[in-house]
């Protein structure tokens, strides 16, 4: 069953951290690419992170330095680790991969920054 879980998420004070992470099933995880997106409210999806099957990463600039993604092949498993958040990262977080045609996501989950 081709599935992608994401926990983690929850409220944190400004300055605070947390890690996210995303379970994937149904898939060669270790061939795969994979991202993390967000969503804001009103806003648009935008890509925060991604790491290559080789373990390559890219960040977004508004979260370079603070967030930083990692995988575990064998648990198939992609973590984000996000420090020093602050109000405007507040948003549901995405994990997603493309396969073939295809990009799949999970169901989301809530990360809110407040005081």
């Known amino acids: 069953q081709v599935q992608l879980v994401e926990s983690g998420g929850g409220l944190v004070q400004p300055g605070g951290s947390l890690r996210l992470s995303c379970v994937v099933s149904?898939?060669?995880?270790?061939?795969?690419?994979m991202d993390w997106y967000r969503q804001a409210p009103g806003k648009e999806r935008e890509l925060v992170a991604t790491i290559t099957s080789i373990r390559t990463t890219n960040y977004a600039d508004s979260v370079k330095g603070r967030f930083t993604i990692s995988r575990d092949n064998a648990k198939h498993t992609v973590y984000l680790q996000m420090n020093s958040l602050n109000p405007e990262d507040t948003a549901v977080y995405y994990c997603?991969?493309?396969?073939?045609?295809?990009?799949?996501w999970g169901q989301g989950t809530q990360v809110t920054v407040s005081s």
């Open positions: 149904g898939f060669v995880f270790r061939l795969l690419n």
């Open positions: 997603s991969l493309v396969e073939g045609n295809s990009r799949h």
